[in-house]
């Protein structure tokens, strides 16, 4: 099924955002340790209250900057629910709703059918491919997809079947670093941010032939320095912390939008895992 373009659009990541899905973490606790950066704040857990002052902050951030933001309830059984990029992600003018692989996170995506199904928006429902939108990534016509353990060969494969017009390509990477955002992000049609060590020689070769690579050292990445969101108009939203990132990014024009999030990124996703954009133009 296909959506009126009006409705639903993307082309790229840094394309002008009109229309993004998000969710607070209402309910974000670790309980059922499922990445890295889980394990290493365990015992510390996540301070609820914080990250919904912070969660509040972005989602101001966004209307602020003419961004409309559709907030999805808030479920206790889903304790990553926070992360909607993983639940769905649009490309072209389709829409697709994710059938997620690990079991802590099974039904986030009923609860993004039904606000879909309740605006008579139309999606393409992935049932059967293990596949999540922190591993989709879109520009132009070309949509890279991570190989992880939440995303497999099979749906990679499906995703190409379905997407005539667009070329897909696989990209490998470790799979401790959970979805290909945390390690890769385009910023622009000739600019990207990627952690090297996540990679081998033949996929640094392949992204390298397409972009100028800006590189996010070990530490960045651990705050996930690759995990921004574009705005539009060289406008990216990044983590304070990460100051090398930023001085990047504004040394080539970017503005930067510094927002404090990092009580939710204890659970293991910053700017881009909480969004889910439905709609960006040109």
Same mark, same amino acid.
């Given at each position: 099924?296909?959506?009126?373009?009006?409705?639903?659009?993307?082309?790229?990541?840094? !394309?002008?955002? $009109?229309?993004?899905?998000? +969710?607070?973490?209402?309910?974000?606790?670790?309980?059922?340790?499922?990445?890295?950066?889980?394990?290493? =704040? %365990?015992?510390?857990?996540?301070?609820?209250?914080?990250?919904?002052?912070?969660?509040?902050?972005?989602?101001?951030?966004?209307?602020?900057?003419?961004?409309?933001?559709?907030?999805?309830?808030?479920?206790? $059984?889903?304790?990553?629910?926070?992360?909607?990029?993983?639940?769905?992600?649009?490309?072209?003018?389709?829409?697709?709703?994710?059938?997620?692989?690990?079991?802590?996170?099974?039904?986030?995506?009923?609860?993004?059918?039904?606000?879909?199904?309740?605006? %008579?928006?139309?999606?393409?429902?992935?049932?059967? /491919?293990?596949?999540?939108?922190?591993?989709? #990534?879109? !520009?132009? /016509?070309?949509? =890279?997809?991570?190989?992880? &353990?939440?995303?497999?060969?099979?749906? *990679?494969?499906?995703?190409?079947?379905?997407? +005539? &017009?667009?070329?897909?390509?696989? #990209?490998?990477?470790?799979?401790?670093?959970?979805?290909?955002?945390?390690? =890769?992000?385009?910023?622009?049609?000739?600019?990207?941010? =990627?952690?090297?060590?996540?990679?081998? %020689?033949?996929?640094?070769?392949?992204?390298?032939?397409?972009?100028?690579?800006?590189?996010?050292? $070990?530490?960045?990445?651990?705050?996930?320095?690759?995990?921004?969101?574009?705005?539009?108009?060289?406008?990216?939203?990044?983590?304070?912390?990460?100051?090398?990132?930023?001085?990047?990014?504004?040394?080539?024009?970017?503005?930067? #939008?510094?927002? !404090? *999030?990092?009580? *939710?990124?204890?659970?293991?996703?910053?700017?881009? +895992? +909480?969004?889910?954009? #439905?709609?960006?133009?040109?």
């Amino acid at each position: 099924m296909t959506n009126d373009s009006r409705t639903t659009f993307c082309r790229t990541e840094y !394309d002008v955002l $009109k229309r993004v899905i998000l +969710c607070e973490p209402k309910y974000m606790t670790i309980r059922d340790v499922i990445n890295e950066t889980q394990r290493h =704040f %365990e015992k510390e857990g996540i301070h609820i209250e914080k990250a919904m002052q912070q969660h509040k902050e972005l989602v101001k951030t966004l209307e602020s900057n003419g961004i409309e933001v559709v907030l999805l309830p808030a479920d206790e $059984k889903f304790h990553e629910q926070v992360f909607t990029r993983d639940i769905g992600f649009t490309l072209g003018k389709t829409t697709y709703v994710a059938e997620m692989a690990a079991d802590a996170r099974v039904g986030e995506e009923n609860v993004l059918k039904k606000w879909l199904e309740d605006n %008579e928006i139309s999606y393409y429902n992935l049932i059967g /491919d293990h596949i999540e939108g922190g591993d989709v #990534i879109i !520009d132009r /016509d070309t949509v =890279f997809i991570g190989l992880s &353990d939440r995303t497999d060969m099979k749906a *990679i494969e499906h995703m190409q079947s379905l997407m +005539c &017009d667009f070329e897909v390509v696989a #990209i490998p990477f470790t799979e401790k670093f959970l979805h290909l955002d945390c390690v =890769f992000n385009i910023i622009s049609p000739d600019l990207a941010l =990627f952690y090297p060590e996540a990679f081998t %020689e033949k996929e640094k070769n392949i992204l390298s032939s397409r972009y100028e690579l800006i590189e996010v050292s $070990k530490e960045e990445q651990f705050t996930l320095g690759t995990n921004i969101l574009s705005i539009g108009n060289k406008r990216i939203l990044s983590l304070p912390v990460n100051k090398g990132v930023n001085e990047q990014l504004r040394s080539r024009g970017f503005e930067v #939008i510094e927002v !404090d *999030i990092t009580e *939710i990124i204890k659970s293991g996703g910053s700017f881009r +895992c +909480c969004t889910m954009p #439905i709609l960006r133009e040109a």
